[in-house]
């Protein structure tokens, strides 16, 4: 636990949440600025900030939580679909530096936008960028 993250503090019970799960590995809340109604934030326990900090048994004791937080979500409240995602890194939209997904419950017509530029790349960009990638993983 990291005494001056938010998220954290929520876990600790220091600070009050609407809480819809919790594990020995995670935890999940609704989030104070939801986007769309049923808007969750689903954490590991530990602190990282990153998903490439999490290992073992953390990763996939978060992993199956988000699942089952997700179809707790879609059971509840029936949406028409999901956006689920991690914002990794202040540039990405992270808020909190503590690692969450979000599940976003969506609805035709909810004003929710996800809309970005497409990136035009030469297919010799592909290939230098998936070879760079494939060569540290």
Same mark, same amino acid.
């Given at each position: 636990?990291?005494v001056d993250c938010?998220?954290?503090? %929520?876990?600790?019970?220091?600070?009050p949440?609407?809480?819809?799960?919790?594990?020995?590995?995670?935890?999940?809340?609704l989030?104070?600025?939801?986007?769309?109604?049923?808007?969750?934030? #689903?954490?590991?326990? #530990?602190h990282?900030?990153?998903?490439?900090?999490?290992?073992?048994?953390?990763?996939?004791?978060?992993?199956?939580?988000?699942?089952?937080?997700?179809?707790? #979500?879609?059971?509840?409240?029936?949406p028409e679909?999901?956006? %689920?995602? %991690?914002?990794?890194?202040?540039?990405?939209?992270?808020?909190?530096?503590?690692?969450?997904?979000? %599940?976003?419950?969506?609805?035709?017509?909810d004003?929710?936008?996800f809309?970005?530029?497409v990136?035009?790349?030469?297919?010799?960009?592909?290939?230098?960028?998936?070879?760079?990638?494939?060569?540290?993983i």
């Open positions: 636990m990291s938010l998220f954290c503090r %929520i876990i600790a019970g220091e600070i949440s609407y809480n819809v799960y919790e594990d020995e590995f995670a935890f999940a809340f989030d104070i600025n939801p986007i769309a109604r049923g808007h969750t934030l #689903v954490l590991p326990r #530990v990282v900030t990153k998903l490439a900090e999490l290992e073992g048994e953390a990763l996939s004791g978060l992993a199956a939580a988000l699942q089952r937080v997700a179809a707790g #979500v879609e059971k509840a409240l029936e679909g999901l956006n %689920i995602f %991690i914002n990794q890194g202040e540039v990405a939209g992270q808020v909190i530096p503590h690692l969450h997904a979000h %599940i976003v419950p969506r609805e035709k017509g004003g929710v936008r809309e970005t530029p990136v035009k790349l030469a297919e010799e960009e592909f290939g230098k960028v998936s070879e760079l990638i494939s060569k540290t």
